[in-house]
């Protein structure tokens, strides 16, 4: 108990000498250098937060032009064989006309 009671007066003690002490006045070149400081770290924090950003940017206009990339291909597949299918529904045509006259002049 009386170490408990030494305790808080030396609590109490110290608590009165920091109240106590007068503020330290910073000089002018002092203060600059802390808002300086102050500012430094504040861009230090901004940029790393900007270049995560960035590259979070970066990565999905990459990914965007990957997947336009895959469709332009299968749009580029899929034209072929619709132009392949067109030549032979074509030549399908040529033959059914073909065979068409011949069976009219049959008929004749």
Do not use: W
């Not at 007068?22 to 300086?36: A, H, W």
């Not at 102050?38 to 990914?63: G, W």
């Not at 392949?84 to 399908?92: D, Q, T, V, Y």
């Amino acid at each position: 108990m009386k170490n408990f009671k030494l305790l808080n007066l030396l609590i109490l003690f110290v608590s009165f000498n920091i109240i106590a002490q007068e503020p330290v006045e910073l000089t002018d070149d002092e203060i600059r250098t802390n808002e300086i400081n102050e500012l430094l770290e504040l861009v230090k924090k901004n940029k790393s937060i900007y270049l995560n950003e960035d590259n979070q940017r970066l990565n999905v206009f990459i990914n965007r032009v990957a997947e336009r990339k895959a469709l332009l291909a299968d749009a580029k597949r899929k034209l072929e064989n619709e132009k392949k299918r067109n030549i032979s529904l074509e030549a399908s045509l040529r033959r059914m006309k073909k065979h068409l006259l011949i069976l009219k002049k049959s008929l004749k």
